[in-house]
């Protein structure tokens, strides 16, 4: 069963999973759409256990999770032929050929020999590595480790892609590379993509939509546009004297906090009014007025201290 355009790729409700004494999930519930989702957490929220059940590896003590329809854990094989997973670990076998682990990958996601000849060599000419595809992994940079465990999450033509830290260990410029070529494979090759990333930055610049898991829930499930925009705070900058401006805004009843040189302040009946009087009046110098949008990590720092 594959998934259809409505149905989606992966489902969680009321999933609860306990290592010994140790309980990581208590209640999990999600949806995960086409595109690329982000899954955030902080360090030891059960991003990677998550992501175990979603591959079939382990299941949940209780509550029900679903990959394309299917329990990944009952129903494994089919589950993971439409797959691919790219782990954080750089543990590759180090006198293997880029080529032969990527052709072999592929056979194991059930290809026969010949397709996954051809593409592993078309995966690795697709990130980059076409010229360097029978080096020894071993001998091969990060970057391009990280390259190669790209490829062989995509070389079988999965449905989905789970990406855990692959960017770990880049320096900035590859760090842009990997990222263009994530988004590569949603828009050009037409796999959806999990990203499991602690760099928000990362997050907030290709994916479309976020699980944000802590305290073994689902804090935030929504479009990374949904949880920055604000559109009840406005923002503020005036050339100097901003503490003056704060100050007379929350004497006129507005709720008022200055950043540097602007004030941040929610949008109540007559605000703007307010503002621009009190602008006028005392003969500041206005730079900017406008919706304050907030980034994706002011909403992962907002649900966490929520939840």
């Known amino acids: ?25 208590a209640d999990l519930t999600f949806r995960i759409d086409n595109g690329i989702t982000g899954l955030l957490g902080s360090n030891g ?10 591959l079939g590896l382990h299941r ?48 194991l996601h059930g290809l026969p020999k010949r397709d996954a000849t051809n593409r592993a060599s078309d995966a690795l000419y697709a990130v980059g590595l076409g010229e360097e595809r029978f080096r020894a992994i071993g001998t091969m940079s ?7 465990k790209l490829a ?36 050009e090759f037409g796999i959806n993509v999990i990203l499991s990333s602690h760099l928000l930055h990362e997050v907030e610049r290709i994916c479309d939509g976020v699980v944000i898991i802590g305290n073994g829930r689902v804090l935030a499930n929504a479009a990374v546009s949904a949880l920055r925009s604000t559109t009840d705070t406005y923002l503020v900058e005036v050339e100097d004297r901003a503490d003056e ?25 007559q605000a703007l009014d307010v503002v621009r009087d009190e602008i006028a009046t005392r003969g500041m110098a206005l730079r900017r007025l406008g919706e304050r949008e907030r980034s994706l990590e002011d909403a992962f720092l907002e ?5």
Request: aromatic letters at 4%; charged letters at 20%; hydrophobic letters at 40%.
């Open 1 to 25: 069963m594959l998934p259809t355009a409505e149905a989606p790729l992966v489902e969680g409700s009321g999933i609860a999973k306990r290592w010994g004494q140790t309980a990581v999930h």
């Open 45 to 54: 929220s059960g991003k990677t256990t998550l992501i175990g059940m979603m």
């Open 60 to 107: 949940p003590d209780s509550g029900e999770l679903k990959v394309f329809g299917l329990d990944p854990f009952t129903a494994g094989p089919d589950v993971r032929a439409q797959i691919g997973y790219s782990p954080e670990h750089h543990t590759l076998p180090a006198d293997t050929q880029a080529f032969d682990l990527v052709r072999h990958i592929a056979e």
């Open 142 to 148: 990060t970057g391009q480790r990280q390259r190669v």
């Open 152 to 187: 062989q999450a995509i070389a079988h033509d999965p449905k989905l892609v789970v990406l855990d830290e692959p960017t770990d260990g880049l320096d900035p410029i590859q760090r842009d590379q990997m990222l263009a070529l994530i988004r590569r494979c949603a828009t």
């Open 245 to 269: 401006l704060a100050a007379a805004l929350r004497g006129r009843g507005l709720d008022a906090q200055t950043d540097g040189n602007a004030v941040i302040f929610t949008n109540a009946a």
């Open 303 to 307: 649900v966490l201290g929520n939840g």
